[in-house]
Structure formats: structure tokens, C-alpha cells
């Protein structure tokens, strides 16, 4: 299977699917089906952001797309299981936990040599280096989020400058 190619799960080509139910257990089971679809479709697709108006959402082979209310119940279930995190109105999908992140990440700059060297956020999003790693491309704030948490780890210390886009930010790794 190609990279960009993604199996849809059965569930989505089920019309109940697009209706939040209302029985607790079914409930539980359909939000966690949608995490896992949410996260899977976004692994495959290398896609790091969602939001309400996500295709995702609507599947017109069937006819069938969710209520603005069940979107945004979805999304607050996939932040309230660590599987989402919200930075205003955008919300950043995780396939790995930001702990998963934050030690691919420590692992890579261990690996690579690079502990106690400053790199720019640039350089680990976008950097020839790290072209073969899973993060590469991911979301600048997302990433100084991740190491925001190595840097509370005592595994990274996060340099913030004044630009509100990171383009200035740096890390050094211990």
C-alpha cells in the first residue's frame, strides 16, 4: 500500500455512523471509532491538523455527513483522549501521544549527535536531516508544543523568539 493510500474503515460507509447514538456504550464505541479513523486517515495522509469543515466528515457516496454538534463533540473526545490538542480554533491530531513525540524526537537528536547543540525548529521540521523521520513536516506549533514537554522533562530546553510563528525558536537537547 502507497503511502497516501488510506482503507477506509467499514464503519464509514454505515449510515448510523454519521448520527452520534444516544446509548452510552455505542456512543463510547462510535467516538472511539471516529479517533481511531481521525488518527489512521491522518497518519496515512501525513496530515497534522483537522477542523469542523474536514471532507472527512461527509461521506457523499452514502449521503451521509455529521451534524456541526457531533463534529465538535468528536473533536473535544479526541483532545479529552490525548489523541488531539487545541491551539484556538485549530486542532493538531496525534498518532502518537506527545510523549511518543517528544521521545522520537530526543531519540533522533541523541542518534544524530546533536545533544547539546542548538537547533532551529526549522531545521527539525523541515531539515534534510530529518527528511526520513516521522515529525518531519509536522506543524511548527506543534512541535514547541512536543518540546514543551521535553523541556519540562528536563530532556530539552526550548529557546522562544519573538516572532509568534517560531520562525526564530531554537532547542537544545540534553
Known sequence: MAATDFEWPWQYNFPPFFTIQP???TKEQQLQSWRNLICDYHKTKRI???DTGSDLFNNSAINRHLSPAAIRL???NLVQEGQGVMSGERCFVLWNSLPQWG??????????GLTNTVLTLFEIQS???????PFHGMDIWLLQHVISHLEKEGK???ML??????SDAGVKFF
Open 23 to 25: 446509548v452510552a456504550t
Open 74 to 76: 468528536i473533536l473535544q
Open 156 to 158: 530539552a530546553e526550548l
Open 127 to 133: 531539515g534534510d536531516e530529518t527528511e526520513n523521520q
Open 48 to 50: 497534522w491538523e483537522i
Open 103 to 112: 521521545s522520537l524526537i530526543h531519540s533522533w537528536a541523541a542518534d544524530s
Open 161 to 166: 523568539g519573538d516572532n509568534e510563528d517560531f
